[in-house]
């Protein structure tokens, strides 16, 4: 797509980004031209749904099994009051649709699983895992390196928020090599067990549904080869480096999972032995 | 030498922050273990059932992966080192 492609209400809509020299016209087309699957409609995927919507990202899929609860609202802020009851992904679908018609909706009402993630990802430019499960998040992981696909992983715990995008066409780190499998299930409690404080995926969000802008339009530095933990508490920030394990199971020198079959993706996400 | 504690790990240490009595010169796995002696809950959730660090508890000294970019638990401790642990979170 080229400039000359942004129509005069494009050209409006998007001026603040149009006039910028890192984004331009040739990236506003770019975004327009992309395409995302957000795996999760909840805290981490609300925002990244709603600024990618409103980024004018072309093609915008979304992913959730779920309804909304009102115990979601405190932080899910792309569902309201009346949509109790409804299937999330109806709700962001309805909110996209509200905000850009320039964005096309495709939902998925399902949980992602080893033997459909394929037929459901394939053609994504970019997936952003904001699930809520260890089992979603090993097999976004897993699915993007073996599909050379750039992933932004962003997860939350009360008052803290990791951050790290993969882009497997690099010479980066993924999700397996820093956690190379999942905790025995039950030793890490959810949401629902500790809370989470409301606006903190509001934040873990927005900064995946920047790397993901910027592995469209090729802006900056992506946040891979490190881990950005966010803690609102204590409001800091730090980045530590993280290096591509030779050892790791699915991107390491001697790798045993070649397909997502291989994988149990419930519990701890473990590969057999070989 | 101090620990600083991410997630669910300083819940179970009951601080963020905390102070162990090793000496520059001794190991990262003498301050791991000075850290554990006095938190059971804590050494349940970071040791696996063979007493080895678990695979998804990542350890720091001065913001560098000891396993990866260091000598592991062997590593020397100097003045001044700052030890962190985190383990991976899931919430979404």
Redesign the interface.
């Given at each position: 797509m080229s400039d000359l492609s942004l129509d005069a209400m494009q050209l409006d809509r998007y001026s603040r980004h149009v006039i910028m020299d890192e984004v331009g016209p040739a990236g506003q087309a770019a975004l327009l031209d992309g395409s995302v699957l957000v795996v999760?409609a909840?805290?981490?995927?609300s925002p990244v749904v709603q600024y990618l919507a409103a980024a004018g990202v072309g093609r915008l899929g979304i992913v959730d099994d779920d309804v909304v609860e009102r115990s979601n609202l405190q932080r899910q802020i792309v569902h309201a009051d009346a949509d109790v009851g409804r299937p999330k992904v109806e709700s962001a679908a309805a909110y996209v649709r509200n905000l850009n018609p320039d964005v096309t909706v495709e939902t998925y009402e399902t949980r992602l699983a080893a033997g459909s993630i394929d037929e459901i990802a394939a053609g994504y430019d970019v997936l952003c895992d904001?699930?809520?499960?260890?089992a979603t998040?090993y097999l976004c992981n897993d699915y993007c390196v073996l599909t050379d696909t750039p992933l932004s992983h962003?997860?939350?715990?009360?008052f803290?928020?990791?951050v790290i995008t993969i882009d497997p066409g690099g010479d980066g780190p993924c999700y397996r090599c820093?956690?190379?499998?999942?905790?025995e299930p039950g030793?890490?409690?959810?949401?629902a067990t500790?809370g989470?404080l409301g606006v903190l995926?509001g934040t873990v969000g927005c900064l995946q549904a920047t790397e993901v802008i910027k592995q469209l339009t090729g802006i900056g530095e992506a946040l891979t080869g490190r881990l950005l933990?966010y803690d609102a508490a204590d409001m800091s920030v730090?980045t530590?480096?993280?290096?591509r394990?030779p050892d790791c199971p699915v991107c390491g020198e001697s790798a045993t999972i070649d397909s997502l079959d291989e994988v149990t993706y419930e519990a701890r996400c473990t590969i057999p032995a070989k | 030498m101090e620990w600083k504690l991410?997630?669910?790990l300083a819940e179970r240490a009951g601080d963020r922050h905390l102070t162990v009595d090793v000496e520059p010169g001794e190991r990262v796995e003498d301050a791991l273990h000075a850290l554990l002696d006095d938190h059971d809950d804590l050494r349940e959730?970071v040791l696996d059932e063979d007493g080895q660090l678990?695979?998804?508890i990542?350890v720091?000294r001065n913001?560098?992966?000891i396993h990866?970019?260091q000598e592991g638990l062997e590593t020397t401790l100097e003045a001044g080192d700052e030890l962190a642990m985190?383990?991976?979170?899931?919430?979404?």
């Open positions: 999760g909840g805290g981490l995927g904001a699930s809520d499960n260890f998040r962003g997860a939350i715990y009360r803290e928020g990791q820093l956690f190379p499998q999942a905790p030793t890490v409690p959810d949401c500790t989470v995926p933990m730090e530590v480096p993280v290096h394990s | 991410f997630a669910d959730r678990s695979d998804g990542n720091l913001g560098s992966e990866t970019q985190f383990p991976p979170v899931s919430g979404g």
